[in-house]
């Protein structure tokens, strides 16, 4: 059983349109994030909601709009894409938010803007 | 300067070796730390928390010193399956974990 799954796997898109990515895990845990891996390999924080309520939104464009129905699922929507959110998007969850939990991430979303 | 930084490597180290590798942080209020592990074109995947008096868990050695802000990682015995980039990452007293960008780790036969 796969633990955090990710659709699509792969999204291959032109610039300007409008695209959504979207996460799911089985494990019971209450808080969900996005992650963007660029080329460099950085993992960032984008997103993340603890129990449908959005704790974190770090400094990303407004063209990105997380959105959570339910505290198993964490959607990403992108509005007019551009060239540099070419990356890997990576869902993750841990138990609860906070200091010292283990983090579950997805297979990732690999994006790329023509 | 960045969070979490990293030797990106490659360490190329024949099967059997022992390879070891640190990271430094700049946040001195950073309370939890970890080494993650992943694979080419895979998700990242916790290898092992690092505790303050240091940690094993087989033939990975964790130490944290704090006074000097870095963590390292430390394989003994490598296999071809250690060959992986490693994750060294770092969470304040918030939400949010920081990652370096990997130490790259090829095993070879």
């Known amino acids: 059983d796969t633990a955090v799954s990710q659709t699509p796997k792969y999204l291959v898109t032109q610039m300007g349109n409008d695209k959504s990515i979207k996460c799911e895990q089985n494990l019971g845990h209450d808080t969900m994030y996005w992650y963007k891996q660029d080329s460099k390999k950085f993992l960032k924080i984008m997103f993340s909601?603890?129990?449908?309520?959005?704790?974190i939104n770090e400094t990303v464009p407004n063209r990105f709009s997380p959105k959570s129905p339910d505290k198993a699922h964490l959607n990403l929507h992108i509005n007019s894409l551009e060239l540099g959110d070419s990356a890997v998007y990576f869902c993750a969850s841990s138990q609860v938010a906070g200091v010292g939990n283990e983090q579950f991430f997805g297979p990732g979303t690999r994006l790329t803007v023509l | 300067r960045k969070e979490v930084e990293q030797d990106p490597g490659p360490f190329n180290v024949p099967e059997g070796a022992t390879v070891a590798f640190n990271c430094t942080y700049s946040n001195s209020a950073s309370q939890s730390f970890f080494w993650y592990r992943q694979d080419c074109r895979k998700e990242p995947k916790l290898l092992m928390s690092v505790y303050s008096s240091g940690n094993e868990d087989g033939r990975f050695t964790a130490q944290l010193n704090r006074a000097s802000q870095y963590i390292s990682l430390l394989i003994r015995d490598s296999k071809l399956s250690d060959s992986a980039t490693y994750l060294c990452?770092?969470?304040?007293?918030?939400?949010?974990?920081?990652f370096g960008a990997g130490t790259t780790v090829t095993v070879r036969a």
């Open positions: 990452v770092v969470n304040r007293n918030d939400y949010k974990l920081s």
């Open positions: 909601y603890n129990n449908k309520e959005l704790i």
